[in-house]
């Protein structure tokens, strides 16, 4: 299942999201306007860690945010994510704001966040 949306963070900016759901993981990208493909990162929880082991697949020099942000979806969901994370303003506001707010939406639309515990 494929499902594209967006979600309008910080300044009125507008960031795109694609997200594949698979059976037991999921796909997103998280974008501007760029529309680029600068990295790949993917984490899986597993039961000899607390956090859920994560790495880059595909990386630039500095360490991204979307190692981070997988590492968060696959503790919280129980499931594989792969997070490619392609935001021009990578400051911490910017992340924090992008992750409130994907969050709000993954417990709208994606049955592993929108159990009723």
Do not use: C
């Amino acid at each position: 299942q494929v499902k594209q949306f967006t979600i309008i963070v910080g300044d009125q900016q507008t960031v795109g999201i694609w997200m594949i759901l698979l059976d037991q993981s999921t796909f997103l990208w998280i974008g501007d306007s760029k529309h680029r493909f600068d990295n790949l990162s993917n984490a899986i929880q597993t039961a000899y860690s607390e956090l859920p082991l994560s790495t880059e697949l595909i990386s630039t020099a500095k360490e991204s945010f979307s190692k981070v942000l997988a590492q968060r979806l696959a503790k919280r969901s129980g499931q594989v994510f792969y997070v490619s994370y392609n935001i021009t303003d990578d400051s911490q506001i910017m992340q924090y704001s992008i992750q409130q707010a994907l969050m709000e939406k993954l417990k709208a639309i994606h049955p592993a966040f929108n159990k009723s515990k």
